[in-house]
């Protein structure tokens, strides 16, 4: 299992780009979120999704926007990219119980200039 | 809403000696707890959990026991290693999402 993957590692965008971050996860899960991580802030919940065709925002959904088509795929949308979007991206997954542990990818790192 | 408060640091310790990170909770319902450790340049991952009260998570050397009465989760471990050099967030769950802590940033030296 290669678990949650994302791609790109690293990416650098002007300001106005637009850019689609991936995740793949092949566990089967149900649950998959997106958060961002800035500097002493902890991760902040960007949206989330209970299932195929079904998402929902998080804490800070603005200036992002995702779908999910398939049980394995989340990707996450920069529309007009801006500086306070520089952060670490992290996707991640879970099966459906409430106390199931949530899987990360090792993450995205977004500049914005 | 929901939410956790832990201790920030950042905290430098030799190794071997005595680690507690405190954590406190505030949520509606029985939430499950846990304590996440993301190493230098990768994703997060589960170091321990508990579901109910009086639950005690352990792992790796670390223990966590769910504290109902006073809403606590607080990670301990008996003789830190250069190896757990790492940021430690605390999480409640209970429903769909996770809420974290800030975090906090471990170093040891040897």
């Known amino acids: 299992n290669a678990g949650v993957t994302q791609t790109p590692k690293f990416r650098i965008l002007k300001i106005g780009q637009s850019m689609t971050l991936q995740c793949t996860q092949d566990?089967?899960?149900?649950?998959m979120y997106w958060y961002r991580q800035d500097p002493g802030m902890g991760l902040k919940l960007i949206y989330y999704?209970?299932?195929?065709?079904?998402?929902d925002k998080g804490e800070v959904p603005n200036g992002y926007n995702v779908s999910r088509s398939t049980t394995e795929d989340f990707p996450l949308r920069l529309e007009l990219a801006a500086p306070s979007q520089t952060s670490v991206y992290f996707c991640?997954?879970?099966?459906?119980?409430?106390?199931?542990?949530?899987?990360f990818g090792p993450g995205t790192r977004l500049t914005v200039l | 809403g929901d939410s956790v408060t832990q201790m920030e640091g950042p905290v430098t310790l030799s190794e071997e000696a005595f680690l507690t990170i405190n954590c406190t909770y505030t949520?509606?319902?029985?939430?499950?707890l846990f304590w996440y450790v993301q190493y230098p340049g990768e994703g997060l991952q589960l170091l321990l959990k508990?579901?109910?009260?009086?639950d005690k998570g352990s792992n790796k050397g670390f223990e966590a026991t769910y504290r109902k009465e006073t809403t606590s989760f607080h990670l301990e471990k008996g003789s830190v290693q250069v190896s757990d050099s790492a940021v430690y967030f605390c999480?409640?769950?209970?429903?769909?999402?996770?809420?974290f802590g800030k975090g906090m940033k471990l170093t040891v030296n040897p």
């Open positions: 508990a579901t109910k009260a009086d």
């Open positions: 949520a509606t319902g029985y939430p499950s």
């Open positions: 566990m089967n899960h149900n649950y």
């Open positions: 991640a997954s879970r099966r459906t119980s409430d106390s199931d542990t949530q899987y």
């Open positions: 999480a409640l769950g209970g429903s769909e999402k996770l809420v």
């Open positions: 999704s209970v299932g195929a065709g079904i998402t």
